[in-house]
């Protein structure tokens, strides 16, 4: 599984989009771009995935870059709820191995 | 439907001592996975199975052992506990085929003394 960087923590004010991005640089053809969030000590929550084409899903949109070695995670109107730490992953879809790195804090202030 | 469910959800060892985590899903996925979570970090993968039977080594393996005898269970043992195994421990499962989500169980806080 290719790496992915991302920041350790950012900030957010409630209400205004939380724009998080990770560096995917290695990544292979077949490796989709996924993105998960942790509340608190929870198990983690899957949010949306991607290969290539922008996604929009109810929680959150994805852009990824065209040469595919960024991409960001768009909550279009951060709440406070959202507040937690999030992963971005690469996988392949059908492959069993899934690592995740450190991920970032997002801290939504009122 | 339960999803995946992790038992126990607390256990306090001595070092030492042998457990067994349990990871149970309901959902026929394929796929499933341990990971641990120490305080302030990451997710790191310990082991994972792709399918009944089979079993994988991930980012962290040792100390460790884990058996997948039914699809549907996927058990995770310390054989001989120390107190650098305290952490929590999170069960995971997903399809072969499909989106690739993974599904989470809630998780298990084990602190070895």
């Known amino acids: 599984d290719a790496k992915t960087t991302q920041p350790p923590s950012m900030d957010c004010a409630e209400g205004r989009a939380a724009n998080l991005p990770c560096n995917h640089s290695?990544?292979?053809?077949?490796?989709?771009v996924y993105w998960y969030r942790q509340i608190h000590s929870q198990g983690p929550q899957y949010i949306i995935h991607g290969l290539k084409n922008n996604e929009t899903n109810e929680m959150a949109s994805l852009i990824i870059t065209e040469d595919r070695k960024s991409s960001t995670l768009i909550l279009p109107h951060a709440t406070l709820r959202d507040t937690a730490v999030y992963y971005c992953?690469?996988?392949?879809?059908?492959?069993?191995?899934?690592?995740f790195g450190d991920g970032t804090t997002l801290t939504v202030k009122p | 439907n339960a999803g995946v469910t992790q038992t126990p959800k607390f256990r306090v060892l001595k070092t030492g001592q042998s457990m067994t985590l349990l990871c149970a899903q309901d959902m026929n996925h394929e796929y499933m996975y341990w990971y641990r979570q120490d305080p302030g970090m990451g997710l790191r993968l310990i082991h994972y199975s792709v399918g009944e039977g089979t079993t994988a080594k991930g980012e962290v393996p040792d100390g460790y052992n884990v058996s997948r005898l039914k699809k549907q269970n996927f058990l995770l043992g310390l054989e001989s506990a120390a107190p650098s195994q305290t952490s929590v421990y999170f069960c995971a499962s997903s399809y072969l085929q499909g989106t690739g989500e993974l599904f989470f169980g809630e998780g298990s806080r084990l602190t070895v003394l």
């Open positions: 290695t990544i292979s053809g077949n490796e989709y």
């Open positions: 992953i690469v996988r392949v879809v059908n492959a069993g191995k899934s690592t």
